[in-house]
């Protein structure tokens, strides 16, 4: 397989924290790439470099060192406008849910498509209301965070990384510490897309729509 059929690559990617007596290595001669349409776990202890690595991949931090190609484009040296556009193409899971405590679960899940541009409102608020219903929340479209379980922060978050169809998925957090819904729903929407040869690049309201329920494999 050539270059193309990796759309995630890193070689030889080293990165620090700190600076002077305070700076340490984090991450030591990382290399490695990875398969389109696969499904890849990264496992290690705490503070093993694994969300480091993640938010590196991601364009959440600027390459130090080494190279990080993703999606066909070098990240070391890339400029801000090059880095928000790939992470219009991608989506995250954080590991402490990231939701706006200000929206509504629903508009935490529009966020996933407005970020992609000029996108019609009332196609939003359904891809939103179809993903979130997909996962079990219907009834809690119009809840503020701070009036959902832990489970369902975790489901909205799911929700809002893959309601715009990203190119790549990234959850920062393993999905076997999520709740026992959260786990499945993510296991089968992964495997449905990691049988995709090419995900779609830009974002359409039939391609949410189409999506049916997902269950545990």
């Given at each position: 397989?050539?270059?193309?059929?990796?759309?995630?690559?890193?070689?030889?990617?080293?990165?620090?924290?700190?600076?002077?007596?305070?700076?340490?290595?984090?991450?030591?001669?990382?290399?490695?790439?990875?398969?389109?349409?696969?499904?890849t776990v990264l496992?290690?202890?705490?503070?093993?470099?694994?969300?480091?690595?993640?938010?590196?991949?991601?364009?959440?931090?600027?390459?130090?060192?080494?190279?990080?190609?993703?999606?066909?484009?070098?990240?070391?040296?890339?400029?801000?406008?090059?880095?928000?556009?790939?992470?219009?193409?991608?989506?995250?899971?954080?590991?402490?849910?990231?939701?706006?405590?200000?929206?509504?679960?629903?508009?935490?899940?529009?966020?996933?498509?407005?970020?992609?541009?000029?996108?019609?409102?009332?196609?939003?608020?359904?891809?939103?209301?179809?993903?979130?219903?997909?996962?079990?929340?219907?009834?809690?479209?119009d809840y503020l965070?701070?009036?959902?379980?832990?489970?369902?922060?975790?489901?909205?978050?799911?929700?809002?990384?893959?309601?715009?169809?990203?190119?790549?998925?990234?959850?920062?957090?393993?999905?076997?510490?999520?709740?026992?819904?959260?786990?499945?729903?993510?296991?089968?929407?992964?495997?449905?897309?990691?049988?995709?040869?090419?995900?779609?690049?830009?974002?359409?309201?039939?391609?949410?729509?189409?999506?049916?329920?997902?269950?545990?494999?």
């Amino acid at each position: 397989m050539g270059d193309e059929d990796f759309p995630v690559q890193a070689r030889a990617l080293n990165h620090w924290f700190g600076r002077g007596e305070a700076r340490k290595q984090a991450l030591y001669d990382i290399n490695l790439r990875i398969a389109r349409g696969s499904l890849t776990v990264l496992v290690g202890p705490s503070g093993s470099g694994k969300t480091t690595l993640l938010t590196l991949l991601g364009c959440l931090r600027e390459v130090q060192q080494g190279s990080v190609v993703l999606l066909g484009h070098e990240l070391h040296g890339a400029t801000p406008a090059l880095a928000t556009a790939l992470r219009r193409r991608l989506g995250f899971i954080f590991q402490a849910h990231n939701l706006h405590e200000s929206l509504t679960a629903a508009q935490n899940v529009m966020m996933g498509v407005q970020v992609l541009g000029r996108v019609d409102k009332a196609q939003a608020q359904a891809a939103a209301a179809h993903v979130l219903g997909l996962l079990g929340l219907s009834e809690r479209l119009d809840y503020l965070p701070a009036n959902l379980s832990g489970g369902q922060k975790q489901r909205v978050a799911i929700a809002r990384a893959l309601v715009g169809t990203p190119s790549w998925c990234w959850p920062t957090n393993p999905p076997p510490r999520w709740t026992a819904t959260a786990a499945p729903m993510w296991w089968s929407c992964s495997s449905d897309w990691g049988r995709r040869a090419a995900p779609p690049r830009s974002w359409s309201p039939t391609t949410t729509a189409s999506w049916t329920a997902p269950t545990a494999s």
